[in-house]
């Protein structure tokens, strides 16, 4: 496996980058309520990362993906991280809050980043340029 930033399409390059994004969101607060707040890896978010794996797979081993698999698999990480945002959901004094942080949108965010580098994703192949001796 290996890192070939510059050689990927822009779809390759956005599902490194919403990975990136993903793992950094972990870091962040995915429940803020001002008086309370707890992180990505407090909140079990690491386990939402399991629907970046066949994406990011194939990326990284350059071959070709089963569009409709990538598909399924980023759209599910789009739908667990809405619901889990919604879940978030409290009641203070009468009034419904929502005790969303920054960083689980940024899991949002990125998760849809990742739905829409799959669907342009492609594999680059390299032309091979055979020299003949004279």
């Given at each position: 496996m290996k890192i070939n930033f510059s050689q990927w399409n822009v779809g390759g390059k956005m599902i490194f980058i919403a990975t990136g994004l993903a793992v950094l969101s972990l870091f962040m607060s995915w429940v803020d309520l001002g008086f309370v707040s707890a992180s990505g890896f407090q909140q079990d978010g690491y386990l939402?990362?399991?629907?970046?794996?066949?994406?990011?797979?194939k990326l990284l081993r350059d071959r070709p993906m089963k569009r409709v698999l990538g598909l399924l698999?980023?759209?599910?990480?789009?739908?667990?991280?809405?619901?889990?945002?919604?879940?978030?959901?409290?009641?203070?004094?009468?009034?419904?809050?929502?005790?969303?942080?920054?960083?689980?949108?940024?899991?949002?965010?990125?998760?849809?980043?990742l739905t829409v580098g799959v669907f342009k994703?492609?594999?680059?192949?390299?032309?091979?340029v055979e020299t003949s001796e004279a």
């Open positions: 939402f990362l399991i629907f970046y794996i066949y994406p990011v797979y698999s980023s759209m599910l990480a789009v739908v667990t991280a809405i619901a889990f945002l919604l879940s978030k959901s409290v009641d203070v004094f009468g009034t419904t809050v929502n005790g969303a942080g920054a960083g689980l949108y940024l899991f949002v965010i990125a998760s849809v980043l994703y492609a594999v680059v192949e390299e032309s091979i």
